[in-house]
């Protein structure tokens, strides 16, 4: 009996070596047939993560678009050299989200609230729509499941661009179920932003007292978006109190100018003409605010005085196409 039971336990211990040896074998295929993709998600993870984490802290604009080129011709390859691979297409949509950032006239908020979104050029329009098509494979690789921030990437890219609509945007941020989750502020803001434009007001405003709530002042931003959400009084009352506690002049400025856009749609001609002229005395070399102010004087019957507002308002810029379509007019 002990004879014929100790070959079988040799051989039994054969096979379990054997098969050790296999899977070494195997492991050690698998790692050197995806070297390329273990490479990048080190590079990923390590070397491009601080480097974006460096450009953030770059103030020099053109310095700023050389590292992000570089970083983006390094996405480039990676991809090419890993095009199932996730993690290089979302970097390589955050590298170019961030290149349509630095393309921009000024921050998104900032053109947001001074209604200036037009002003984006086409620079950044075509990265931030490669960014949209990178999250996009991104997310199809994924099954789905990608970052929050990502998606909130995403939709913004989609806003500034016209890429979807509205509703189309609200539907990418369906996964964020709590505003809270998003680490960056102007994330969340951007997230009640979407609600209030997508017919969700309530929600999006509840997220948005809380933000102002937290910082314990009245916002540019909610003034906004009640102005956006065709909320008159409240934006109105929002703007006058930023006015009394703000100090910069060019807040002020544009709050004169925002109020008097408010009275314009609302036929009050009259109280418009005092906030545009107190935002183009505040800011002489600002053309649009003496475009509205023309545009006043002129809903008032004073074409006279409508003729020389914008005859001031070409002497600043004699190739502005608006100006000239106006005094062609009259």
Not at 78 to 85: G, Q
Not at 279 to 306: C, M, T, V
């Amino acid at each position: 009996m002990y004879t014929r039971y100790k070959p079988r336990k040799r051989d039994s211990k054969f096979l379990k070596l054997f098969f050790l040896a296999c899977a070494a074998v195997g492991l050690s295929y698998l790692i050197y047939e995806y070297r390329g993709v273990l490479f990048f998600w080190k590079y990923n993870i390590s070397k491009l993560d601080r480097e974006i984490m460096s450009v953030d802290r770059v103030q020099d604009r053109q310095r700023r678009l050389r590292m992000l080129s570089d970083l983006d011709r390094a996405n480039g390859v990676c991809k090419k050299e890993n095009p199932m691979s996730m993690e290089a297409h979302l970097s390589s949509g955050k590298v170019k989200y961030l290149l349509g950032e630095a393309h921009m006239p000024a921050k998104f908020n900032d053109l947001l609230i001074a209604d200036r979104l037009g002003d984006v050029g086409e620079d950044s329009r075509n990265y931030f729509i490669a960014s949209i098509k990178d999250v996009k494979k991104a997310i199809a690789l994924s099954g789905g499941g990608i970052r929050e921030k990502y998606l909130v990437m995403m939709a913004r890219s989609c806003f500034i661009t016209g890429f979807y609509g509205i509703a189309d945007i609200a539907e990418i941020l369906t996964p964020v179920k709590n505003s809270e989750s998003l680490e960056d502020l102007e994330d969340r803001r951007f997230f009640a932003m979407v609600h209030i434009l997508n017919n969700n007001e309530n929600f999006g405003f509840d997220v948005l007292n809380k933000i102002q709530e937290s910082e314990g002042a009245p916002s540019l931003y909610m003034a906004t978006m009640y102005r956006l959400a065709k909320k008159f009084t409240n934006a109105l009352m929002e703007y006058r109190k930023v006015l009394e506690t703000s100090q910069d002049p060019g807040a002020k400025n544009l709050i004169h100018f925002n109020l008097g856009k408010i009275y314009y749609v609302q036929g009050l001609h009259a109280e418009a003409i005092r906030e545009f002229t107190e935002a183009a005395e505040g800011n002489p070399a600002e053309i649009s605010y003496r475009i509205w102010l023309g545009k006043s004087y002129d809903s008032l019957g004073d074409r006279g005085k409508a003729r020389e507002t914008w005859l001031a308002a070409q002497s600043i810029d004699k190739n502005n196409g608006e100006v000239k379509k106006l005094l062609e007019r009259k």
